[in-house]
């Protein structure tokens, strides 16, 4: 167990719809990361929030948002949904230039 | 920009010993993280590497020369839980958000 949450852990939803992803970092750290994994793309950085702020962004779609809360947990909101947005989606935490630590992940089917 | 290779999938005999290689080429390096992904699974720490040289972890080490971007993962007494796929990520600067490879799936056989 690393000790970082995500809710749900499965997700079935419709093309067109929108979805919101929950991730609850290890006690004490700031960085939160969102991953994204399919079959043919491998591991895909996403979006980091530093202690509430954004940090940086990856290959992040305009119909996908986040935002990190003053609790420092971060909510992941996918919009428009598609079917290839269909993939394991990963948050991670870490202590500034740490190891990340990965959730348990969030597998999100669009139908 | 980063890019990241190693091979795609390899197989070994239980007990052995595999190396999995990791080439990269980045403008910036930040060191090289080894991570352990089993099927359906969180990717899960295995090392990281900033200086060349071998680095020993129980039946895993890992190994970097900086200067020919070169890495691999060294398991040793192989047990059929090692079947997993084995992921390097480079860590970008400042952010320090990581950048896989497509991973080496590594299949244990009796």
């Known amino acids: 167990d690393s000790g970082v949450t995500q809710t749900p852990k499965h997700l079935i939803t419709a093309t067109g719809q929108r979805v919101t992803l929950r991730c609850s970092p290890r006690s004490g750290d700031l960085s939160v990361y969102w991953y994204q994994q399919s079959l043919d793309q491998g591991l895909q950085f996403l979006i980091q929030y530093y202690n509430g702020e954004e940090r940086a962004k990856g290959n992040i779609l305009e119909r996908f948002s986040a935002q990190q809360f003053p609790d420092l947990h971060s909510e992941l909101n996918l919009s428009s949904l598609e079917l290839g947005d269909s993939a394991l989606y990963f948050c991670a935490s870490s202590v500034e230039r740490n190891e990340q630590f990965f959730g348990p992940g969030t597998r999100l089917t669009v139908l | 920009g980063q890019n990241i290779d190693q091979p795609t999938e390899m197989t070994a005999t239980e007990g052995a010993i595999v190396q999995i290689n990791c080439t990269y080429q980045t403008s910036g390096f930040n060191g090289l993280f080894w991570y352990q992904q089993h099927a359906g699974e969180a990717p899960t720490f295995l090392s990281y590497?900033?200086?060349?040289g071998l680095e020993e972890k129980g039946r895993f080490s890992s190994f970097l020369s900086r200067s020919k971007g070169y890495s691999y993962l060294l398991l040793k007494e192989l047990q059929m839980k090692d079947s997993a796929s084995y992921l390097c990520a480079l860590p970008g600067a400042g952010s320090y958000q990581l950048t896989f490879g497509k991973g080496t799936k590594l299949s244990v056989i009796p």
């Open positions: 590497n900033v200086l060349d």
